[in-house]
């Protein structure tokens, strides 16, 4: 297939393809720092003083918050947070020169961006082993996921790896008795675990599979996530208007949409 794009898009495509996830260095921290700290204000009623007063209050929140309040402390921040008219921006900045170089340069975002809060040895927030599009998702969508705090080991998600979730797919239906729990411990040596630093960005394709388990770190995961995809590709369950909105029209697009028939009188 001949193709005229440009040697980073290539480079960063090819990269996509093959691992089926691309970890980048956000280009300008300061939209992720806006929301870690709307974070302590909203938690802590007052201004952080620094950087690092965030980051340890986030690593172990767990000291200061009960599992059993985890899911009301978290809905209330993400509320919080997705009351607020630039998060979404802040959100797409960070990820736009990667989400333009991989999904393209007219898209449409989920209308709410998720938060995830992971503490140690909570069992509450886990996600088995999934791909998103068993359950309705567009193959066309993928996943920013951006984590608040340095992820690794079990304090961060995993994924299969690209090839092997080919093998896996060909071969499904021998897993059709197995709970996701069975199929996780079948698979496990063929995931890699995502070690991402707080100011890094994840893109990664939502068909292979992917999950997490109990986060037996010492340390709290916090981490956001956020589907994008180009607005003309097909879409799943969720659909434009509803779960998605266009953030990125072009002026072409515009006039084509606003295109009105000539009135021919009968
Ligand atoms: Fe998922």
Sequence with gaps: ?????????K?????FLEKGYVIKDVIDRSYLDKIRSEI??????KKSINDKEVSEYLNFVHKTISSDNLNNFRIDIFNNLNDRPWLRSNYYNSAKSFLDLIVGNEL???RRVNLSI???NDKSSLLALHSDVWSGDSPFEVV???PLVDCYDTKSMYIMNSN???EFYSSFSDYSNMSTDEIFEKIKDNVTWIK???GQVLIFDQSIPHGNVVNNTKETRWSMNCRFKSVFSPYGDKKLGDFFDPISLKAATKMGMGYVEPKIEK
């Design 40 to 45: 302590f204000f909203i938690t802590n009623n």
């Design 144 to 146: 920013a996921w951006i």
């Design 164 to 166: 092997y979730s080919k």
């Design 118 to 120: 992971q503490m140690p």
């Design 196 to 198: 991402i630093k707080y």
């Design 108 to 110: 449409c975002m989920q």
């Design 1 to 9: 297939m001949m193709t005229f794009i440009s040697d980073i898009e």
């Design 11 to 15: 480079e960063i495509g090819d990269e």
